[in-house]
């Protein structure tokens, strides 16, 4: 019989069926070197039943629970303030931006004036909004009709 490495552990742990088990026995019994192997297995195994099994305390399940609660908190408050952040540059840059059919600052600036003026008279209109456009806005010349 050639020598059953990939047995030995199962044999150690007692998990083989009873006839393999009994060809693993008498394999041993002739087998000196496959025969250690199994004693190692079975003093390493007595090792570690012998080492202390950690005990966490009750409060220390709440404590990691809070502190992965407080990290998702954080995330999402930094998520927020991206985001809000991101809505600014882009509310920004939309501002500033020349209409496509703009070619001169003058085209520009008539352009914002009027957009300003029509939205104004819509009820859904944010006046404060409104005011801070006008305000940065150069003053102009009323429009001929």
Do not use: K, W
């Not at 393999?20 to 394999?27: F, G, L, M, P, Y």
């Amino acid at each position: 019989m050639r020598h059953p490495e990939d047995l030995l552990s199962a044999y150690a742990d007692g998990v083989l069926p009873v006839e393999e088990a009994t060809r693993i026995a008498a394999h041993l019994a002739a087998c000196a070197s496959c025969l250690q192997v199994v004693e190692d297995l079975l003093a390493v195994r007595a090792l570690l039943r012998r080492v202390p099994q950690p005990h966490p305390r009750p409060e220390s399940l709440a404590h990691a629970l809070r502190r992965l609660e407080e990290r998702g908190t954080q995330r999402d408050r930094a998520r927020r303030l991206l985001l809000a952040f991101l809505t600014a540059c882009a509310a920004a840059l939309l501002l500033y931006l020349p209409p496509p059919f703009a070619s001169s600052r003058l085209e520009r600036t008539a352009y914002l004036r009027h957009h300003a003026r029509i939205t104004l008279t819509h009820p859904m209109v944010d006046g404060a909004l409104n005011a801070f456009l006008a305000g940065l806005l150069p003053q102009l010349p009323p429009e001929e009709p």
